[in-house]
């Protein structure tokens, strides 16, 4: 990850939080938008990789505006009951909102919570998931470490987040599109430009792909894979606790 992870970004990692403060109103809208949709059926993914155990409790960590929850909750029957984490009370406030109009706020519930020390006891979850969340934080493997505390012995953690696509045809496209239309867009739609540019900046220098599961190994997970999606401009990894 280098010397100082955070010299070229517009944004430290450290305080990309306040950014999504900052963009809370726009998110959802810029999220359909600037993955052309893709962000809805990549959640409808995710789901696929939820363990089968009935009565499961989930865990979302940097859950945004609980799209992650709500998708989730709606595509696996055996989740009994969530819980997202996240920094950013705005944010959350959004999530809120949509929660209590869905009617499951019986069942999905919201709380400020930092992912480097998740505030819930030691196997207390079947299944943690954190989607286009990791490349935000300072050290992904503490929280990866973090995730694998939480877990139930058999459990399962899920991690959606954007890669770089192995073909160099495809993977020169999609970083002229991150590198121009993603600022571009954002900037019109939130009048944030620097949190657009942050965007394109952490994902073209985070860990993927096999890089990224060794990671994971390394933070006790078992069973380590990834599942590339849209020719690799997106992944879901998977590891269980053993």
């Known amino acids: 990850m280098g010397n100082n992870p955070d010299k070229k970004l517009t944004v430290p990692k450290g305080q990309s939080w306040q950014m999504f403060n900052t963009i809370s109103a726009r998110y959802d809208l810029l999220n359909r938008l600037l993955s052309l949709g893709l962000d809805v059926s ?32 709606k595509e696996r029957p055996n989740i009994e009951s969530g819980l997202g984490l996240d920094m950013a009370e705005k944010m959350l406030d959004v999530g809120r909102v949509k929660i209590r109009e869905q009617k499951l706020d019986d069942r999905l519930t919201l709380d400020v919570g930092d992912a480097n020390a998740i505030p819930v006891e030691d196997s207390s979850y079947d299944c943690t998931t954190m989607s286009f969340g990791i490349r935000n934080v300072e050290d ?29 045809v495809i993977r ?41 599961c060794r990671w994971m190994t390394d933070a006790g997970f078992v069973n380590v ?17 053993g």
């Open 172 to 212: 020169l496209g999609h970083i002229f599109y991150l590198r121009t239309v993603v600022p571009l867009i954002g900037w019109l739609v939130s009048g944030q430009y620097k949190a657009y540019k942050y965007l394109n900046q952490t994902i073209e220098e985070f860990p993927y792909g096999d890089a990224f």
């Open 225 to 241: 894979k990834a599942n590339p999606l849209l020719f690799g401009v997106a992944t879901i990894y998977q590891g269980d606790r």
């Open 42 to 73: 990549w959640r409808k993914r995710l789901s696929q990789y939820v363990p089968e155990r009935p009565g499961l409790r989930l865990l979302d960590l940097a859950t945004g505006t609980a799209d992650v929850l709500l998708t989730l909750i």
């Open 140 to 168: 992904p493997r503490i929280v990866m470490r973090e995730m694998h505390r939480v877990l139930k012995p058999g459990g399962r953690t899920l991690i959606l987040e954007f890669s770089m696509p192995k073909n160099p």
